[in-house]
Every structure is written in structure tokens, then in C-alpha cells.
């Protein structure tokens, strides 16, 4: 039964390869929390020399990544600017308030677009009973703004409208390797115009687990006690570093079939007046709103078809494209909503 079932709501929905698993299964452990993981290690040496930066941090999840990276850079009762449909103000449990005391101000999301002219105008200097702003973060690629993908320019000019206002930027790449896969841009590129990036080895690389935070060696070091004050110190992590190892090496090249694969799913539906932006990654966002069916009604009807989709609001809904799926699964999906939606 289980094969029969095309899983499309999300890129965390896959399972280790036997390739990770084997390099999983011979990893060379030690205890982390005593800096004495080899695989882990080496791990954070690798992703922090891909995006330029001196430093990595291991992280369990994307969110703790996040996490740590605001209390880096924004102190108590200081301000953080993002846009409204960001992840680390939208999924994350109001975390930046609750452990970092960060207030959070947003921008209007549109899609993955941002404004550096808007974004600079928000910015507020130390002053008189203002909250000073300490950071801005941007999300590439844009989970809820439908896998867009910021254009290199526009970063370089949020980078100059940082540095103009002496405030630092943060990047959430979960989905980095998708921006740098569909457009091009080498992940250098990106990491030299941010002070930290989270970046996640369990979305659409097919890792079971894995963050890292990505920063100078100065920064790194002060986020290993976020990380333990947080109760995110693990001890023999290589087995999961190893996983994130092998899919940097394995799994990154290849999203260029997720995100095709997301072009042709994203070609069906558009006749039925329901794509909600155009697909440039894994993700097709679908907008109901016209439409006789609502989210949960199209979800629940594709899902006794053997098709999962996520539904993210009464007339929003989300197909997902990944490492755990095949032509054959992308094909008889796409003939099942493309159905659903014709009647
Ligand atoms: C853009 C973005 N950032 C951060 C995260 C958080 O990752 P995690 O679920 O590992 O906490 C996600 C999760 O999907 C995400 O899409």
C-alpha cells in the first residue's frame, strides 16, 4: 500500500537512501558536546567552507538554527525585520520572543520579493525609547512564498542597506541548495553577503536530521552555548552528521529533477486557474480561491487517490517535490489532481 502512495507535502517526507544509511551505519563517532565527533567535525568544516564563513555549528532542526542565529545577533528588547510569511516568525512558535527577547517587526510578504528601498526605511537607529533594529533575515528559498527565489542583485543591495544602517543580515537557506541549483549562484556567493545563515540537511537533500548555523569563528563559538542552553548539545551526532555528509555529496546536483518535476506538476494545474505563483524551485503553491473545491476538500480527495498534498489554509494548499519520488509517482499524480480539478 505504502508504495502506491505519492507523497507530495513536503520535501521533509523522505527517507534515508541505503547509500546514506550505509555511511551512516560506518560513521566514526565520538562526543560532540567535548567537540570530539570526527564526522561531525568534518561536517561543519565542509558547510562552513562552502558558504566562505570560518565556522559551522551542528544543529538538530532548522528552527534551532534560526534560533540560535537571531540570539546572535539581536540582544534583549532589540528588534529583528523580516516579512510577514517568514518561517522564523510564522513556524516557529514565537521562539525569537520567548528565548531571545527579540522583538520582531514584519514587512508585507509578496511572494519571495523583497524591497530593499522598503526594508531600509523600517530600520530604526538607537534612539529615544525606539526599539533599536539589530538584524534583518530573509528566507531563501521562500517556504511559504512558493519556493521563489531572491535574485543575487537584490541581496547585494539588502547587504549594502545592512551595512549602511550597521545591522546584520541573516539568511534562513533552509532550501539554499534550491536558490543555488535554479539560479546558479555558487553557495559562496550567498554566504559572503550574510553574517549567519541557517542552512538544513533534511529538506529536499534527504537527510533525517540536521542544521547548521554558519557565521565567523567568534559568533560559532557563542553559538555552541545557545545551542546547549537550549538543550541542543547531542553526543555521538557523526551518525547523523554522516547522513548530512553524504547528501551534500550526493543529493544536491539532482534537485534539478525535483525542481522539473515541479514544473510539470505546476504545467497541469495551471489551466484550472490555481497556481498561485510561478515555480521556480520544488514547490507549487496552489490558491484555491477561485476554485469549487477547497483546500481540505481537494486534500482529502487526492489522498483517497494514494496523492498526499499539505494544505496550508482554507483555500492554499501545496504540492512538494523530492528525493523520495520517481517520473512514474509525479506522473499519475498530476493525472489525479488534474482530474480532481476538471470536475
Ligand atoms: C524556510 C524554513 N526554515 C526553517 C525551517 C525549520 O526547519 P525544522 O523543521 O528542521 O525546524 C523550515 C521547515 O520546513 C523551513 O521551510
Not at 502506491?4 to 562526543?31: F, H, K, N, Q
Not at 499539505?310 to 523520495?324: I, M, N
Request: proline letters at 4%.
Amino acid at each position: 500500500m505504502a508504495d502506491t502512495i505519492v507523497d507530495l507535502r513536503s520535501d521533509t517526507v523522505t527517507r534515508p537512501t541505503a547509500g546514506m544509511r550505509e555511511a551512516m551505519a560506518t560513521a566514526e563517532v565520538g562526543d560532540d558536546v567535548y567537540g570530539e565527533d570526527p564526522t561531525v567535525n568534518a561536517l561543519e568544516a565542509e558547510v562552513a567552507a562552502l558558504f566562505g564563513h570560518e565556522a559551522a555549528l551542528f544543529a538538530p532542526s532548522g528552527s534551532m538554527a534560526n534560533q540560535i542565529a537571531l540570539q546572535l545577533l539581536v540582544a534583549p528588547g532589540n528588534e529583528l525585520l523580516c516579512d510577514a510569511d517568514a518561517h522564523v516568525v510564522t513556524y516557529e512558535i514565537g521562539a525569537a520572543a520567548v528565548y531571545g527577547g527579540i522583538s520582531s517587526r514584519t514587512w508585507p510578504a509578496i511572494g519571495a520579493d523583497v524591497d530593499p528601498e522598503t526594508v531600509a526605511q523600517m530600520i530604526r537607529p538607537d534612539g529615544y525609547f525606539a526599539v533599536p533594529t539589530r538584524a534583518i533575515a530573509v528566507e531563501q528559498t521562500h517556504n511559504r512564498g512558493g519556493g521563489g527565489v531572491i535574485p543575487l542583485a537584490t541581496l547585494r543591495e539588502l547587504r549594502q542597506v545592512a551595512d549602511d544602517a550597521g545591522v546584520a543580515l541573516h539568511c534562513d537557506g533552509a532550501r539554499i541548495w534550491h536558490a543555488h541549483v535554479a539560479d546558479g549562484v555558487p553557495l559562496i556567493e550567498y554566504g559572503r553577503l550574510f553574517d549567519t545563515l541557517s542552512v538544513c540537511l533534511s529538506k529536499g537533500l534527504g537527510a533525517p536530521v540536521g542544521s547548521l548555523v554558519v557565521g565567523s569563528a567568534e559568533k560559532i563559538g557563542q553559538a555552541r552555548l545557545i545551542r546547549k542552553r537550549m538543550g541542543g548539545g547531542m553526543r555521538q551526532a557523526g551518525i547523523l552528521a554522516a547522513a548530512g555528509r553524504y547528501a551534500l555529496a550526493n543529493h544536491i546536483d539532482r534537485l534539478s529533477e525535483d525542481h522539473a518535476r515541479a514544473a510539470r506538476l505546476a504545467e497541469v494545474v495551471a489551466p484550472f486557474g490555481v497556481l498561485a505563483t510561478a515555480v521556480r524551485t520544488n514547490l507549487v503553491p496552489l490558491d484555491l480561491t477561485k476554485h469549487a473545491l477547497d483546500a481540505p476538500a481537494l486534500a482529502a480527495a487526492a489522498r483517497a487517490e494514494g496523492v498526499l498534498i499539505s494544505v496550508l489554509g482554507p483555500r492554499t494548499a501545496r504540492l512538494v517535490t523530492h528525493l523520495g519520488l520517481d517520473d512514474a509517482g509525479v506522473t499519475r499524480a498530476a493525472a489525479v489532481l488534474a482530474r480532481l480539478l476538471a470536475a
